[in-house]
Nanobody, 126 residues
Framework: QLQLAESGGGLVQPGGSLRLSCVAS????????ITWTRQAPGKEREGISC????????DYTDSEKGRFTISRDNAKNTVNLQMNNLTPEDTAVYYC???????????????????WGRGTQVTVPS
C-alpha cells in the first residue's frame, strides 16, 4: 500500500519561507496525481495545489498563487511544496494526498483522494 510522509513544517516568521516534502513508500509515485492540502484550526480542509504525473500543476486557491509552488521528482518519489512570503493565515496542518489518476481534478475534491499522509504543522505567528 502506498504510504505518504510529510516533512519540512515548523515555526516561521511572517514573510519567511518553508519547503514541505512528501515522500512516498510502498509504491512509486509516478502513477499518482499528488495534492497538497491544509487544514487550519476550526476551518474546513482546503486544497492548495495538485501536480499530475506529467508535472502539470493545478492551483485550487487564489491566495497561494505566486507564493506556493508544487513540484515533483519521480525518481526520488517526492513531491515538494515551496512556500514563500508566509503569513499568519497560512498557519495550518499541511497534508499531501495521492489519487490513482494521471491528471489533477479541475476542482479540489477531498473525497476523491485515495491516500493521505499524517500532516506537518506550519505555524506563522502574528
Amino acid at each position: 500500500q502506498l504510504q505518504l510522509a510529510e516533512s519540512g513544517g515548523g515555526l516561521v516568521q511572517p514573510g519567511g519561507s518553508l519547503r514541505l516534502s512528501c515522500v512516498a513508500s510502498g509504491y512509486s509515485l509516478d502513477r499518482y496525481a499528488i495534492t497538497w492540502t491544509r487544514q487550519a484550526p476550526g476551518k474546513e480542509r482546503e486544497g492548495i495545489s495538485c501536480i499530475s504525473i506529467t508535472h502539470i500543476s493545478t492551483d485550487y486557491t487564489d491566495s497561494e498563487k505566486g507564493r506556493f509552488t508544487i513540484s515533483r521528482d519521480n525518481a526520488k518519489n517526492t513531491v515538494n511544496l515551496q512556500m514563500n512570503n508566509l503569513t499568519p493565515e497560512d498557519t495550518a496542518v499541511y497534508y499531501c494526498a495521492a489519487e490513482r489518476h494521471a491528471k489533477c481534478r479541475d476542482v479540489f475534491v477531498s473525497s476523491g483522494l485515495d491516500y493521505w499522509g499524517r500532516g506537518t504543522q506550519v505555524t506563522v505567528p502574528s
